[in-house]
């Protein structure tokens, strides 16, 4: 495994570009995994998809507290009503904005196995996973973000994770 670069959003068009599907679960997609989870972690994330470590592949890593869940090919099959909430990115560092996102989703997608599986969640996970697929489409949370979120700059900086 091996910590990958996170891009940055003004400086990477990359971030902008639609991923490719994966159609082979081969070794470079296990390590491109791997190293997302790895990156993930040393960044203090909970979410991080392939674009953001600049391989344009459908592939998404989220822990919102339990348990790693890699996920190749996500989409959402079903999602629940909407509200808003507070939520930041690895490749926006800085700024939190507040986004409309479903307060539970089903996902469907492959596991590192080639397994087809399906995720029931809720709640942070939920925004993570809405979050980390829209990256594979190219889409920034500030696209759909109705308001900064500026309490954060009440707090200290020891507070941020992201």
């Known amino acids: 495994m091996a910590l990958r670069r996170i891009l940055d959003s003004r400086s990477s068009g990359l971030?902008?570009?639609r991923?490719?599907?994966i159609t082979d679960i081969n070794r470079h997609?296990?390590?491109l995994l791997d190293d997302m989870a790895e990156t993930m972690y040393a960044a203090h994330g909970c979410g991080l998809a392939a674009p953001q470590?600049?391989?344009l592949r459908r592939a998404i890593v989220v822990d919102t507290g339990s348990g790693l869940i890699e996920l190749i090919n996500p989409e959402i099959i079903a999602a629940s009503d909407e509200r808003e909430d507070s939520e930041g990115c690895l490749s926006i560092p800085g700024l939190r904005g507040f986004v409309a996102r479903p307060h539970k989703v089903t996902v469907r997608g492959l596991n590192r196995d080639g397994e087809e599986i399906e995720i029931e969640a809720e709640e942070m996970t939920a925004v993570a996973l809405c979050h980390e697929i829209d990256h594979l489409d190219g889409i920034l949370y500030t696209d759909k973000m109705t308001r900064v979120?500026?309490?954060r700059d009440e707090q200290s900086d020891e507070s941020e994770t992201e």
């Open 19 to 21: 991923s490719r599907p």
């Open 149 to 151: 979120d500026d309490s």
């Open 29 to 31: 997609i296990l390590r």
């Open 53 to 55: 470590v600049g391989a």
């Open 15 to 17: 971030l902008r570009k």
